[in-house]
């Protein structure tokens, strides 16, 4: 391997004087501690390096060897369950509960491998290997750059990771040697067959991203919001009850607590689906604010190299980038340190086709192995001052079909999830459609987000008039609407996390809460058109139900409510009574 | 390992706070260096960066009557260390740990990295246990719990030091024997009478030898205001992780914190970022408060409470805005509050306390805490919009409900805000459904009937 020495350092960056040749993005181990870093500029005789851990005590004269490989992170049946930092090695089994330099990249671990294949056989990338049998059942399969024809298998047994276990000679001749995990440079994308465009939703169990603002599997949503607004908690409710196969979580300059609480948390919960521990389909990538910079840059490239690495195994993956914000003051950082010019608030000029490159990596596509896989980003933004014209937030809305815009007045109000149902969008949602009518159950979901939607425009609209003249002195069916606004904001809307009743809603409940919130404005609206005054529905008892419809309706509940309509209609039946009695 | 070494006629040039010399001696990156000025005067620094000839030693105080001449420079074979023992307690340092209470030098049990090192976050334990302040604003709505970073958003004139005082003062009262607890101060830029008041406040209460304090005062150079939090911390982390104690830390005034890093970062020649502050504050902010939290399998904890100033009122500056973005939760104090005579003026919608959900209700504290919560922010919320409608149309054309609810708002801020002696938990609770009696029942959308029946009908029918 190529070596060089050090001439200059200063923080995370160093200059280095070469004997052998480096490429660009090469992995490097630096001075004694042999610290990982990366290449990131060759001129002539000299490459810079940045270093991905605290560089104290490195002086010049120190090794910077090379290894011939560009930044790369290990994929294998070990990941799923584990916690790592942004460049993949695994935060736990230390000693020290702080984190020292030099952090190794964690022992191999031992699975039980079932081959699946037949010596003999011809194998395209992708194709099945075997399986292990861990947690939860994963594939091995060919893995990128490797084809050909299948000379040996191991047989039945536990392996280390790092053992070979396949031996395949290739077209041109050439053996390669299989282990159950295999280096990825993170900057690449993983190779598929194809893009495929959405076709189905990722079903998330939040109310207002299901039934209003929808992501499809393999889709692009951003999360942006001011500190406090609620982009923690979702992302983490997201990784809690969303149907995805696997979540990776990657925490990128945030907080250690919120790391703490997914390790606390996930391991107690079950998948609803699976009844499962949650652990067990998540991957948590941890690099908080207070780590080295430089690693928080490469973690979101290390986390969704996890994600594709799942995907390519046909499931559908969920990855929560939590923030990439952050990441993009990382990236301004080594940029500022390279002296590059600053483009707008400092960010590089590429700052945008990172983002881009970024998103793009999500898709739903057939692998190489011919089955279908998704890998659904969802990105936090967290914009200075919650200002949505910063670069990090434009640039990302370009990028995203999904714009879910937390906003400060409902966070404050704790009216939760903040989401401004005005000002967030979802350009997935018509495509969708189809998938409620024939998969979801619910062919009336187009019209009645529709009609959502409009009542919500209009209790804006109804609200800037209700200022100026006062609530009383619109006429009554304007009064009725902002009745109804507040009941659908209040009963279905809201939903807090923290309640074990609401925190996950499946689309079974969603389609019962909207029809019966629905069917009470259909009631209502008529009851007024017939002369009921508003304040008069308003004091029905089912009012006072739909505002808390979420609380207390739970999943066990369903039977409870699918009475609700009833209710409803005797409520009103009696209004016209005692309205015909009076009158 | 390097030799502690001392350099004679090395300087070639002092350009602001950073020196070059040559490399005449082995020496690591960050490791730390003595200047010691013909005026004998010693100053801290440490090596910022190094080539093959020279190294560049960033001086971490004052560079003023330095010459290139006279100018010695030791190096030190290991980062800047801060010597702590069990006899920290009952101190008081200057900025960069040398004790200036006229007292012993302090023995040291250990000389840990005042720079800290990242907490491993698999190592974290979920802050849960309730520290009760006798605020209600912050027991009931934004509660505290051990390990927590919880700042003051303040402003200049607010009676942010009162209200910290009386945390730190009331905060070692729940659970654990006294001697489990610590209080750390760390004055960065503040009056000399701050930290009198403090210390006397400690002295009264007497946990004065539970309390260490490190002071900056207003009137010494801002490059070693960047140190002294460092200090605290590493003396607040050897307390709680290596002895085991509850630690509770103020650091005031983290704008001034912030104005030296500018300064700093100015004098670096640095591209400055929003406002003129570094690209990378959010990150140094980050490293002093992600010190705060609790460690699997050790007793201690750190809390930290954290105070700034915003400048102009302004939530959005750079200095709230980044810190809102690190730390979990922020308690506002509000000027208008305050001019009503309301004490402590807290503003309660933008205040957040974060890790609140796993510290209360059920097995925690009450179980209707988090909805009565919930309830008296959704209704202040909307009290607050009403009050702005009125103030466009009057009140004569609000509906019945909202003017309930203005009502309310008066009642919530005069009543439960407003609190002349400290409240347990249970007292804040009381008041809070006090306070909620009047507002139409079928507009309480953030209580269950149950809840409802318990707290707001029984009690008035009896
Ligand atoms: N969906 C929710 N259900 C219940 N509570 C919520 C929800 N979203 C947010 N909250 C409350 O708001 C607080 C702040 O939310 P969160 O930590 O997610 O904000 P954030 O946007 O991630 O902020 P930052 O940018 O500073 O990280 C939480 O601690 C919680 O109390
Ligand atoms: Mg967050």
Redesign the interface.
Known sequence: MSEARI?????PVLRARMTGSFSVYEAVSVGPRRLLGEVIQLKGEELVAQVYE????????DAVAGSGRALSVKLGPGLLGG?FDGLLRP??G?D?????AGLGSGAAGRFRFVPQANAGATLETGAILGAVAAAREQLILVPPGVAGRLEWLAAEGEYGEDEVIARLVGENGKTHEVAMRHPWPVRTPRPVRARLPASAPMITGQRILDTLFPVARGGRAALPG???TGKTVLQEALAKWCDADVIVYV?C?E???E???V??EFPQLEDPRTGRPLAERTVII?N????P?AAREASIYTAISVAEYFRDQGLHVALMADSTS?WA?AL??VS?RLGEL?GE??YPAYLSSRLAEFYERAARVTTLGGKEGSVTIIGAV?P????FSEPVTLHTKRYVRCFWALDR?RA????YPAIHPLLSYSADADALAEWWKHSGGNPDWITQRQRVLSLLEQQAHLERMA??V????LPAQQQLKLLCADLVN?GFLRQSS?SKVDRYCSPGRQAAMISVLLAFMDRAEAAVQSGVAPARI??LPV??QL??LG??YGEGDLRKLSQLPHQLDYEFDSLHTVAANVR | MFADLLLEGAVTRIEGPLLFAK?AA??????AVEVVGNDGGTRLGRI?????QSM?IEVLQSTTGLDLAGTRVRLRPE?LLFGVGPNLLGRIFDSVGRPIDGGPPVSARARMRIE????????????RDFIETGVSTIDLLNSLVR?QKLPLFSAGGLPHDRLATQIAQRARLRGGKSEEFAVVFAGMGVPHDTAEQFRRAMESSGALGHTVLFLNLADEPGMQRLLTPRYALTAAEYLA?VEGRHVLVVLTDMTNYCEALREVSASHG??P??KGYP??M??DL??LY??A?C??G?PGTLTQLPILTMPGDDI???IP?LT???T???IVLDRELDRKGIYPPIKV??S?S??M??GIGEGYTDADH?AL??QL??AY??AMRVRT?AS??GEQ???DA?RKFLEFGARFEEQFVNQAASRTLEESMQSGWDVLRGLPH?EL??L??AQIRKHLEEPAHA
């Open positions: 001439t200059w350092i200063g923080g605290d560089t104290t005590g490195l002086e010049p004269g916690i935060l736990t230390t020290d509960f702080q984190i020292q001011g500190f406090g925490g300059g907080r250690g607590n790391m703490a609480e390790l606390d941890a908080t604010s207070n780590m910079v952050r003051e301004r950082e500022g600053p608030a400092g967290s200075p001052a919650g200002d007045q404050q109000a704790r009216f200022r100026i006062g609530r009383d002195a209040d923290f308003a004091e009012v006072r505002q808390r609380e207390e | 490399r082995r020496v690591g990156l960050n490791s910022a960066a190094l080539d093959e560049v980062p800290g090192l990242a907490i491993n976050p698999s190592w974290r334990a979920l802050p390990g992780f640095e591209i970022g929003r690209g990378y959010y990150s980050a490293a992600e010190r939290g460690i699997r050790r959005g500056h750079p805005d809102g973005y690190i979990e939760g922020q919608l933008p957040l974060r890790l959900d796993s988090p919560a919930h922010f959704a919320a909307r409608l466009v149309m054309g609000l509906p909202d079928n959308a953030r269950s009937d």
